[in-house]
Structures are given as structure tokens and as C-alpha cells.
């Protein structure tokens, strides 16, 4: 059955009850975009069940200028102009076909809408996580800019930070740069606390 609407939170507890299917106590959570919400909704509110965390091309909190970008990309003429609707075709046809990634970035648009989501936590709750933190972003990324990540990044005590040069919110993570972004990530989970 297809939620009425996308929640973060709601995506959140679905993690923490596959953790609990498998008999994970903890797990390193590795999240993009609305994933990276997920992830640090789930870091937040059950910091017992997160190990190491990694954020990528996600802020802490959605306003009207951030959500600007997220509207944009709810657009399949986006996609369309970066030359990825193919690979966001082939990647989401098992959730209804494939036309289904159109559903897919709308609904994301609409669970990351600012009135209305609970991606929006503050600087004084991100003092408080105690878990090795890596972000990474593109430092042109209209969604998750790099203003937000700093302050992130100031505020998380036990944080690090990997800036994508000439990179939006379509950082090439996937592309040109997986390699590049495969072994950084890799680095940091291998690394001792």
C-alpha cells in the first residue's frame, strides 16, 4: 500500500523496523538527499541505532529558498535537461513502471515542503550527536548549500566535511566521481572513531 504522503519520520521508523528484522542493534547509515534526512531524523531520534553517519547533498532543515531548488527538480523537464531521466527510469520502474521516478521526485518535493515537514531540525539539537558524522556536498547545491552544511559542520562535534567542486545537488557521485566518492566514504566508516 503507497502512503498518502511522504514523511520523514514515518521512512525513519521504516528503517529502524527493518534494523529490528534483521537483528541489527546499530547500523553505519549512509543517506542522500531525502535519504540524508532520513538518516539524520533516524541519528536524532534513535542515536543508539546509528554508528557512523554519513550525509550527502542534505542540510538539517528545509526553508522556502532550499525548498525553491527542491520544487525545480520535482520537474521531469530537470532530468530530462541533465540527461538522467533514463537512469531515474531504470532505477524506479520497479515501483510502477517507467514513468514512476515523475511520481517519485514529486512526492519527494512534497515531503520535504517546509509548513509541513519534520526535516527541520536546529543547531542546538546537532550539538547533542555523539555519532562520527561525515558530510559531503556539491558547493553549488541550491537544495543542500553550503551555507547550511558549515554551519553543520561547525556544530556537530565530531564531524567532518568533503566539499564536490563545481558540483549542484548532480554531484557525478554516481558517474565520474563514484570512484572518488566510494573510496572517501569508505575511508571514513573504516576510520576508528
Excluded at 543508539?48 to 550527502?56: A, F, N
Excluded at 512526492?107 to 550527536?129: C, G, K, Q
Excluded at 558549515?150 to 564536490?164: D, Q, S
Excluded at 563545481?166 to 554516481?174: D, E, I, L, P, R
Amino acid at each position: 500500500m503507497i502512503a498518502e504522503r511522504l514523511i520523514v519520520g514515518d521512512m525513519g521508523r521504516a528503517v529502524l523496523e527493518l534494523l529490528d528484522e534483521l537483528a541489527l542493534p546499530w547500523a553505519h547509515l549512509v543517506g542522500s538527499s531525502l535519504g540524508g534526512a532520513v538518516a539524520l531524523w533516524l541519528a536524532v531520534h534513535h542515536p543508539e541505532r546509528v554508528s557512523k553517519l554519513v550525509l550527502y547533498r542534505v542540510g538539517y532543515r528545509k526553508d522556502e529558498n532550499t525548498h525553491a531548488g527542491t520544487r525545480g527538480m520535482a520537474d521531469p523537464a530537470y532530468w530530462r535537461g541533465v540527461g538522467m531521466h533514463k537512469w531515474l527510469s531504470d532505477i524506479h520502474r520497479p515501483q510502477g513502471g517507467p514513468n514512476a521516478w515523475e511520481e517519485v521526485i514529486g512526492r519527494v518535493s512534497e515531503a520535504l515542503e517546509p509548513a509541513t515537514t519534520d526535516h527541520a531540525h536546529d543547531l542546538e539539537i546537532l550539538e547533542r550527536m555523539a555519532q562520527p558524522t561525515l558530510l559531503v556536498v556539491g558547493d553549488r547545491d541550491p537544495v543542500a548549500p553550503l551555507e547550511q552544511i558549515l554551519e553543520m559542520f561547525g556544530t556537530i562535534p565530531n564531524c567532518g566535511l568533503w566539499v564536490m567542486p563545481y558540483a549542484t545537488h548532480v554531484t557525478a557521485g554516481n558517474t565520474w566521481r563514484a570512484e572518488s566518492f566510494a573510496l572517501e566514504v569508505t575511508r571514513f566508516l573504516q576510520r576508528r572513531r
